[in-house]
Antibody, heavy 120, light 107 residues
C-alpha cells in the first residue's frame, strides 16, 4: 500500500525549533518529488516547500524562507522539514504529499498530517 | 506569484444537484491545475489533475474543464459523501498556490 506517515509535531514555544519527518512506503520514494503543505486551524491549504527526487531543486514559500529547511534521505525513504524560529502563525497541521517524476505534477498521495502548535 | 480566485466560497446544495465550482488564475497556467476534496479532520485527496483527468478511483460524476486562466469542477449528481471542501491548485510554477476553498454543504 502506498503510504505517507508524518511524525514530529507537538507544542513548541515561539522562537523554538521542531523537525518533522515523513516516512514513505509502497512506492519507489527516490523517483518522486515531495512536498510539505500546511493548514492552519479552520483555514485553507498553504504550500510550504518542495524538493525534487534527487534534492537538486528546492523551493520554499516566502512565509517560511530562511527559517524552514526541507531535506530527504532516499536510502531511508524519508522526507524532513526542519523548522526554526517558529512563530504563532506557523501553527497548523503539516502534511507531506507526493509529487511526481516530472517537475510539474499534482500531489497524488497525502499523509494524515501532524499538528504543530506554537504557543507560550 | 500566480493568484487564484476560487468561487463560491460556500455552496448550499441538495443530493442529486449538479454543482459547479470555478477557479480563475491571475495568469495562464496551461492545464497545470488540480482539484482536491477534503473532509473534516482528513487529509486532502486528489480528484482531478491536468485540469480534466480523473484520478484513479474517483467517481465519474466528477469532471473538470478549462485551460489557461479559467477552470471549472463539476459534480453532476451530488451524493451524500460529496459534502466536503474543495480546493483548486496550480502546479505550473513556484510558489505552488491553492484556491481559498469551496465548502459544499447540505441545503
Amino acid at each position: 500500500e502506498v503510504q505517507l506517515v508524518e511524525s514530529g509535531g507537538g507544542l513548541v514555544k515561539p522562537g523554538g525549533s521542531l523537525r518533522l519527518s515523513c516516512a514513505a512506503s509502497g512506492f519507489t520514494f527516490s523517483s518522486y518529488s515531495m512536498n510539505w503543505v500546511r493548514q492552519a486551524p479552520g483555514k485553507g491549504l498553504e504550500w510550504v516547500s518542495s524538493i525534487s527526487s534527487s534534492s537538486s531543486y528546492i523551493y520554499y514559500a516566502d512565509s517560511v524562507k530562511g527559517r524552514f529547511t526541507i531535506s530527504r534521505d532516499n536510502a531511508k525513504n524519508s522526507l524532513y522539514l526542519q523548522m526554526n524560529s517558529l512563530r504563532a502563525e506557523d501553527t497548523a497541521v503539516y502534511y507531506c504529499a507526493r509529487g511526481g517524476a516530472a517537475r510539474n505534477h499534482a500531489f497524488d498521495i497525502w499523509g494524515q498530517g501532524t499538528m504543530v502548535t506554537v504557543s507560550s | 506569484v500566480i493568484w487564484m480566485t476560487q468561487s463560491p466560497s460556500l455552496l448550499s446544495a441538495s443530493t442529486g444537484d449538479r454543482v459547479t465550482i470555478s477557479c480563475r488564475m491571475s495568469q495562464g497556467i496551461s492545464s497545470y491545475l488540480a482539484w482536491y476534496q477534503q473532509k473534516p479532520g482528513k487529509a486532502p485527496e486528489l480528484l482531478i489533475y491536468a485540469a480534466s483527468t480523473l484520478q484513479s478511483g474517483v467517481p465519474s460524476r466528477f469532471s473538470g474543464s478549462g485551460s489557461g486562466t479559467d477552470f471549472t469542477l463539476t459534480i453532476s449528481c451530488l451524493q451524500s459523501e460529496d459534502f466536503a471542501t474543495y480546493y483548486c491548485q496550480q502546479y505550473y510554477s513556484f510558489p505552488r498556490t491553492f484556491g481559498q476553498g469551496t465548502k459544499v454543504e447540505i441545503k
